[in-house]
């Protein structure tokens, strides 16, 4: 009777005041369906306590092992609050200022011009305004199983080229958490994992947690990462990598997860008034610094949205929210609060569905706000599939314009092609041909590797051979050959593949 009262009142537009258990259950489980996610795990927490932690589906397809309050999720960038929690405990222990310049703690730190470095401060590295565009050089970072070092990534960040001017403009970025992650690694002596493990999960008795998944003690109970790969869902490999932590490395539970969020929502008190922050400093990371583009999505209204330090901010309907998202490849995560009302809402996946974590947390947020019901899943699930839609009408022209050019044998002479070819700040690529074929190789990041196709007039495209990707990529020769430039095919591209930022030039020709 409550499962149909409650789909009723979905149905109805009628306001459902403080979602129940069971009304969880059936939106959770309804989510999981109509998204194609594997496993879930969501926990509310209202005014201090945790009414509702709990797991949903499978960790994993191939092993179909329940997902539980304590399963272990990478959250992605919801690592990034702690890493502004970290510096915030720096501060108020006196060891540095959230203006100080970043040269002062990393003298070798090197912006696009010797103004920009030289004004750069650990605030901008954490608010997404350095004029560097979206994701700029994450192809250091991602796919996983490259060779980039934190310092590789400090020396490359001068060959970055600004999209806008420095304090401007939003542009969402993953390697100044990096850099700020070095920062508290320089200040206090201890590594980033080491910090947040030791100065903040400890404390918070977060036992289960850690700043990245080979440092877990106990992985038994981990989720496996899922992608729609080739019309199918499919279990794919972690990733790994560790120069991503300070951005995104973080596995952690939703049981963990809610001492974290309790404490965010006590002004960083916890454990009968013990302080892991100041409330200063509380303050501080929920300030508005960055002004980003605010489109309010019905049924909400909003007159802000901004950046603050590891915090998105927005207005909800008079209430001012707090909030993350994660993505890593097949894991997505969110991180919302509502400190007005006591609110804590955290929902982690094992797929890379945004519009499921979005569904789950607006449609409780609705009911502890005493908004009208909205049925959140219906209206993504109809935008998802609109997007899903367009973007598959552009790959397919393309494959399209490929697999016609090959059976009429239109194929420019590959002999001229062939080579070596160099970006400042990505390193080397090769183009050979093999047998009639094509081929793209990445030296530093290993598995950007996959067959060249011709497409139109000195532009192809690149199949990458790892298809849970879903990230295929054209090529465009200068008129001479020398330089390339690539973009993503699709624009559902992840914008971590930032190969818009690409500049290759030739190093070596092959005889």
Known sequence: MKKTM?????????????????????LVERTLKTFDVPGIAVAIVKDGKVVHSKGYGVRSIATQQKVDENTLFGIASNSKAFTSAALAMLVDEGKLQWDDKVIKYIPEF???NAYVTNEFTVRDLLTHRSGLGLGAGDLMIWPDRNNFTT???????????????????????NLLYIVAGEVVHRVSGMSWCDFIENRIMKPLQMDHSAGTFTRLKDTTNVIAPHVPT???????????GSTFDAA???YSSVKDLSKWVITQLNRGKYDNGKVLFSEKQNKEMWASNTLMPNTPIPPYKSNFKTYGLGWQLT????????????????IVTQVLMIPEIGLGIIVLTNQQSGAAFTSISNTIKDSYLGLPAFDHIAKLSQQRQQKE???????????????????????????????????????????SEKKGKFYFASKRS???????????????????????????????????????????????TDFSYDFQDLDFYRVEKVQ
Do not use: C
């Open 248 to 250: 995104a490395g973080i």
């Open 446 to 492: 290993p598995q950007l590797v996959g067959e060249v196709f011709f497409y139109k007039d000195k532009t192809f495209a690149v199949k990458w051979d790892n298809r849970s990707f879903l990230a295929d990529a054209f090529l465009t020769f200068s008129p001479d050959d020398s330089n390339i430039k690539m973009n993503p095919i699709s624009p559902l």
């Open 151 to 173: 310092d590789d990534i400090i020396h490359n960040l001068q060959f970055l080229k600004p999209v806008s001017a420095f304090r401007t403009k939003y542009d969402y970025d």
């Open 389 to 431: 839609d367009d973007a598959d009408k552009i790959t397919e022209e393309v494959w399209m314009t490929v697999a016609k050019n090959t059976k009429d044998k239109i194929k420019p002479d590959l002999k001229k092609l062939t080579g070596t070819f160099k970006d400042n700040w990505f390193g080397e690529i090769t183009l």
């Open 6 to 26: 409650f789909l009723l009142l979905l149905a109805s537009g009628i306001s459902s005041a403080q979602i129940t258990t069971p009304q969880v259950d059936e």
């Open 110 to 112: 090197k912006m696009y």
């Open 315 to 330: 207005d909800i309907n008079g209430y001012k929210q707090i909030s993350h998202t994660g993505g890593l490849d097949g």
């Open 230 to 240: 080739d019309g199918k869902l499919k279990a794919i490999s972690r990733y790994k």
